[in-house]
């Protein structure tokens, strides 16, 4: 499956090696279009110009069989990936640690979406395999 991984960027890269992990693991099955939401070295200021960035991955959420997000770490930019692809009828799945975070109703209430909930970087990688 073409797999859109959407990860915090400009919200914090403070998880930014775990998304690395999770993006590795989808590989081993499937194509990731959105790689670089895993590279540690990703600029967090604009470098290829937004209008850019928002056409390419707007382009990929259409073209994607299956969205995965990590919500642990706040970004608007996710929620926004996130009902980008609930509009074009995408399965998405969620991932957060709920001793982090309280995930906001809006997501949490959502029953097309696909939330789980997990405690360590073990936990999400096997819960990945299965996708
Ligand atoms: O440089 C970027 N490249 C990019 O692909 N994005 C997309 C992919 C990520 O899943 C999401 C992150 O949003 P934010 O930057 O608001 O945390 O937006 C976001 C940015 C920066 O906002």
Known sequence: MKVYFAGSIRGGRQDAELYRKVIAVLKEKHQVLTEHVGDLSLSTVEDKGDKAIYEQDTAWLRECDVVVAECTQVSLGVGYELAYAEAQGKKVHIFYRPQETQLFAMLTG????????YADESEILAQVRNI
Do not use: A, E, L, P
């Open 110 to 117: 959502n029953k097309r979406f696909h939330i789980h909930r």
